[in-house]
């Protein structure tokens, strides 16, 4: 990021852009404290999943006139993300990127045990899974299940994913109720119960670090990331994987997606000129999506993935062609609750070997209510 501001400013002598880091721990905090001192930087970066958390507070301006007046390219950013920085029909951030959850693989253990080619089923992932397991001792699947440092978030985005190769939506069209408790929530939820409880392929108790560092290390054939990982695994030495978007584990292609937006704060004066400053910068990283794919994510801008410099990167354009099936988080004010309190109810039922019927009546239940408290 850094290194684009740089070349932002080297490219604009008539802007200025500064960046001031905060570590991810206390960055929300700090954010909203700013946010409601209208004393916030004139542009920020917020997860899409946290932007509609916001957008009714009235904090971010909208952007629809702006973008207007500086005919901004809107044609050529991938259709879901652009939709979902949307809030009762106004556009309050760009997508900066896609960070879809994709698989990771180890090609020499698939290869020890006979796997010539990358599972598409959820069928074929068991039986690669139980062949690496047996033939070379491994880890068949390293898909973390357990809260320590970072939240079990895996299995809700896993869980998201498999409802949607059902064609199931975690939420309804209105998104007013849950909508996961029935036959594709059954197989979802009981995929990955079975992968700890009957073919036994994760480890029961794994959390987000060691299923990291099971794959890094050479531990584990499959291993279930967002493309954030790409940049580590890459500079592990002796580590020969491939990527590959999610494959349609239930049945047509789908996978959950975040992204990084970038938003223009309300501030306590309004000044024309720096909003076209402001757009001007968010505009600009965007179309050059090239240099943030050195981190592992998926442009946001079409035109971008023709650049000779994005198609050199290895493995992004690998998982690239999952931004045409990634979807993102429900556009609901709700979210963060909803996300936090989900992860924790199947990180309840996977460790548990919860009766999938009895886990999916609960976490209804509770995930309405906490929809119809907002």
Sequence with gaps: FDAMVAEFNRTHTDIVAKTDTV????????????????????????HQSNLLGYAPKGVFMPLDDLLAKMNAPLSDFVAAPLEATKYEGKTYALPLDIHALIMFYNKDLLAKAGIT?????YEELIAAANAVQAKTGAMGIAADNTTATYKAYTLTRLFMSFLKQQGVDLLTADNKKANFNNAAGEKALKGLIDMVHVSKTTPAGLDYDGAVNAFKLGKAAIHFNGVWATGGFEKQAGLNFGAVGLPPLMGVPATWSGSHTLAIPVQKTSDPAKLEAAMTFILWMTEHGE?????????TRKSVYEKPEFQALAYRKD?????????????IAAWQEIYSTISDMLEFAVASNQNVKIALG??????????ASY
């Design 117 to 121: 080619t990358v599972p598409q089923t």
């Design 291 to 299: 240099m943030w794919a050195k981190a592992g994510h998926i442009p």
């Design 23 to 46: 570590k991810f721990d206390n960055y929300y905090t700090k954010l909203t404290t700013a946010l409601s001192a209208n004393s916030a930087p004139d542009v920020v970066v917020v």
């Design 319 to 331: 998982y690239a062609a999952s931004a045409a099936y990634a979807f993102p988080s429900p556009a």
């Design 362 to 371: 609960e976490m209804e239940k509770k995930i309405n209510s906490i929809i």
